[in-house]
Each structure stands twice: as structure tokens, then as C-alpha cells.
């Protein structure tokens, strides 16, 4: 992986950061979504740092995707730090009703805007912040019970802000996915690369397959050996390469035939076939 910054922050994201800020004093609640298999490269420090004052709810999205062992110990990392954490399948009907009565709970606690009666004045907005392809048009499709928001499996997708109406009980207001301007940390823009998060053309498929593999080969092995009925002890990322494009009939010169393999292992890494896969713990750094 190149040690040189990544710097990936499109017009559009400039100026939903722009407008983050204008409204922020409109905001009573930041529902931050991020990704489970990777929560502290897909949580985003510009956008907590200018919401910082607001009362916070973390949404671990693609839970069915991420190792569970893992996964507890982030939920129980956030909450040391007495952050609202949830964590689930987007499109779990009882997951999207836990993060309604979460939003309920976290905005009964604002005696600001109570009558004397407890009756507030007015719903909260809930302002829907999250990087990239992380689900935040589905979840607000999901508590709306509409289509509100377009859905597309890329980033980039939602251009601009929008306000929708959840029973009258809050009122969500949607952004495009936002990274920072400058991830220092290659570690994070590496996760975020492999999550799908960033454009293919930012890190080269090349790079990225040979990274994940490393990683599954050295973490996740019998993951591996189950989904590509690997017989051979497998050594290194060119040998797993071979091995699956022959597990799986692909032909061509060994060039092409590496190529493949690798989109096919990336592809089927991110829609979660491996296996139940996470990149990141709390404690690593």
C-alpha cells in the first residue's frame, strides 16, 4: 500500500460539509451510521468534531457482514465511552423499530424543549451523517416507510441534502456520503478501499486483492478453505489467486486468470460470501 496521503473530497461533499455547518444549530440528534467490519476506519473525525456538542447515536450497519466476537467488543468499546451504540441488518425490520426507540430515548433526555406537561414543543431533527456507501438512504427508506431516498450500491450517490418526516415523531435530514479531506492514516483509507467505500480508480484492484488476501490468509484461513474447498496449504496471495481460479474453472494466461481471480475475490468479500469478516478491532491502532 502507497504510504503517500489519499486526497478523495469531491465538490459535492465540500459543499454538504458547508451546509452541515450552516444548519447544525437546527440539529438536536446525530444519527452517525459506519461500516461493522471496519467502525473506526468508516467513522468520520471531521464530522465528529463539528458535531461534537450535539447529543450523538453510532449505527454499526452490515452487521451480518462482520465477525461477531469483533463486533461485541466495539459495541462494548463506544459504550466505555458512553456513545449510544446500535448495531444490526439494515434491513431488519426490528433493527430499523430499535433505532426509532433509540432516537425516542436519547431525545426524551432534552428537558430544553419540554412543556411543563413533558410534551415537547417540537420533533427532533436527527441529522444522517455516515462516509460513503454505508447505508444511510436504506435506513432512512427503511424508518420512513418510503422510498424518500434513492439507493445505489456505490459511492458518491446522494448529491444532496433532503428532509423527510418520520410520523411526526423526528425529522430525519439526509447528506451524501462525507470522507475527510486527507486520510493520514493509511490503515483506514486501506479498509475503506476494501469496503468498497472509495472509487476503484483511487487504489488499484491489483493492490487491494493482494492486501486482502494477506489478511484472510493470516486471519480468516479456514473462512477460505471452506468457500473455495482449498485442499493444498496455501503459502501466499499468488498461490490463493491459482488456487481459487482453478477451484472455479477460470481460464485464460496467468495474468489473466490472476486479474480475475482477484475481482472475484474482492467482489465476494464485500457481499459478505467468505464469511463473517471484520478488518479492525477497537485496539488496534
Known sequence: MSQKNIHWFPGHMQKALRLIKERLKLVDIVLELCDARAPRSSLNEVLRDITKHKK??????????????????????????????????????????????????????????????????????????????????????????????????????????????????????????????????????????????????????ETLSVDLATFLLDKYYPLLQTRYDLKEKINNPHELFISIAKRRGILGDELEVVNRTQSLLLTEFRNGLIGPISLETPHEK
Open 56 to 205: 450523538r447515536i453510532i449505527v454499526l450497519t452490515k452487521n451480518d457482514l462482520a465477525d461477531q466476537n469483533i463486533t461485541n467488543k466495539w459495541v462494548e468499546y463506544l459504550s466505555d465511552k458512553q456513545v449510544s451504540t446500535l448495531f444490526g441488518n439494515l434491513n431488519d425490520n426490528r433493527f430499523i423499530n430499535e433505532i426509532k426507540a433509540e432516537i425516542a430515548r436519547v431525545w426524551s433526555q432534552n428537558e430544553a424543549k419540554t412543556l411543563p406537561d413533558g410534551h415537547k414543543i417540537l420533533p427532533p431533527n436527527v441529522l444522517v451523517v455516515g462516509i460513503p456507501n454505508v447505508g444511510k438512504s436504506t435506513l432512512i427508506n427503511k424508518l420512513s416507510g418510503r422510498k424518500a431516498a434513492s439507493v445505489a450500491n456505490r459511492p458518491g450517490h446522494t448529491k444532496n441534502q433532503q428532509y423527510i418526516n418520520v410520523d411526526r415523531s423526528f425529522i430525519l435530514i439526509d447528506t451524501p456520503g462525507i470522507l475527510p479531506p486527507n486520510y493520514e492514516n493509511k490503515n483506514y483509507i486501506h479498509n475503506l478501499a476494501l469496503l468498497g467505500t472509495i472509487r476503484e480508480e483511487i487504489l488499484p484492484i
